[in-house]
């Protein structure tokens, strides 16, 4: 297992938050944006007409950025293997361990839901699940061995 990193940060406002998705976003960078009354889909751009949404998230190969909306604000963790040094988040503990899992994916042609499930290229252009390369990440304590976050994350 490899050392990971939990960061929180309350009374954001939604600037902020895309300004925290910019500094941390790279070229392969995903996100899923969900309102009360409809998701984003896994996208490889941020979806404007859903940003910023109630709430969501923007992962990578180092790192998952949740936020949420908290009354007017928002509130953000960060998931991260590698260090961090991000006004105004704050370490949640110290010795979090990571490892990666594979993550699996339903067919489209087979939905388990009213409406098939989206994934959206950077044109905003249909693509097969299957050419996402997504895994999980794991974030156990290390003293408790409890899993306490499963993270989103791009595999190689």
């Not at 406002?13 to 392969?28: G, N, R």
């Not at 309102?35 to 751009?45: D, Q, T």
């Not at 998952?64 to 503990?93: M, N, T």
């Amino acid at each position: 297992m490899k050392k990971g990193f939990v960061y929180v940060r309350s009374r954001l406002s939604a600037d902020d938050v895309k300004k925290l998705l910019e500094q941390l976003a790279t070229e392969e960078s995903y996100y899923f944006v969900r309102s009360p009354h409809a998701v984003s889909g896994i996208c490889m751009k941020l979806p404007d007409e859903f940003f910023p949404g109630f709430e969501g998230q923007m992962f990578n190969a180092d790192r998952e950025l949740r936020w949420k909306k908290q009354g007017s604000a928002y509130e953000a963790l960060l998931l991260s293997r590698v260090p961090a040094d991000l006004e105004g988040f704050e370490a949640i503990g110290e010795n979090w361990e990571c490892c990666d899992r594979a993550a699996y994916f339903h067919d489209l042609n087979e939905p388990k839901f009213p409406k098939s499930f989206i994934y959206k290229g950077e044109n905003d252009e249909k693509i097969e699940s299957k050419n996402i390369s997504i895994g999980q990440r794991y974030f156990q304590d290390q003293r408790t061995a409890t899993v306490q976050f499963v993270a989103l994350t791009i595999t190689s």
